[in-house]
């Protein structure tokens, strides 16, 4: 067996103990497996050892994978920041969206799906670091975008996404979780009809896990470091 697959089972196996320690059910939260910088090898290795969601995050690369890859039935995630000029094939070729965080862009993408694919599942990325992150809508914004959302006809709203600022303090990134959690119950309350909380990565997703995440998005610890690019620098 290959390094990949290796590690996707390992992560596997991490997950299952997380869900445990957390007491909570085994299998409690998918794995979703983020290929981003990687080749399509390394997809169809992950793939062989089991692994069927995969997250990208530049639109450009994953196009040309999923070209690559059109021999599997991959069910592809986008996690990036989207642009409004970069929605089309978004819409036209991931089952899900992570990041939606502006009404425009669930506008767009609920105009561009395609009528006869299934409708396309949206989290709305929100901002649990305050000031310290650019990215995700304020928390007291969340539920007014999730009604938006909500009301696009070919969109699904599943529910939420954060990534929260890297903090040391491990108290701090469980309240970041926390807060997240805390968002998801309150829009159910209101009667949205959700089940995903996006959160957790290689680094914290046993914290993510025990505040209730139900998909982490793994990248390194699957396919080990990658070369960072400009995009990712801060
Ligand atoms: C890159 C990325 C990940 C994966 O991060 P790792 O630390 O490599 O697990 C998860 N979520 C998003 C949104 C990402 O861009």
């Keep these: 067996m290959g390094a990949i697959a290796i590690a996707v089972q390992a992560c596997e196996k991490r997950l299952d103990e997380a869900c445990r320690q957390a007491g909570r059910p085994p299998s409690c939260a998918t794995l979703l497996a983020v290929s981003k910088t990687f080749p399509a090898a390394a997809v169809r290795e992950a793939w062989a050892a089991g692994q069927r969601r995969f997250g990208e995050s530049y639109v450009q690369e994953a196009l040309d994978k999923m070209d690559e890859l059109a021999d599997l039935a991959i069910e592809w995630h986008f996690i990036g920041p989207l642009q409004s000029n970069k929605t089309r094939p978004v819409a036209e070729r991931f089952a899900w969206v992570h990041g939606v965080e502006r009404g425009q862009i669930a506008q767009r993408l609920a105009r561009q799906r395609p009528p006869h694919l299934p409708a396309l599942n949206v989290c709305i990325q929100v901002n649990v670091s305050g000031e310290t992150s650019k990215h995700g809508v304020p928390l007291g914004e969340a539920l007014a ?5 909500a009301a ?3 969109l699904r709203l ?3 996404m954060a990534i929260p600022e ?3 303090d491990a108290t701090v990134l469980q309240a970041r979780f926390q807060a997240l959690a805390d968002l998801l119950q309150q829009a159910r309350l209101a009667g949205f009809d959700l089940d995903t909380l996006s959160m957790g990565m290689s680094d914290d997703l046993e914290v993510a896990v025990a505040a209730g995440s139900t998909l982490v998005r793994v990248g390194s610890a699957i396919f080990g470091a990658r070369k960072q ?3 990712e620098r801060k």
């Design 145 to 149: 975008l999730a009604q938006m959302v």
């Design 152 to 154: 696009q006809p070919r």
């Design 158 to 160: 599943r529910g939420f």
């Design 166 to 168: 890297p903090s040391r």
């Design 229 to 231: 690019t400009n995009k």
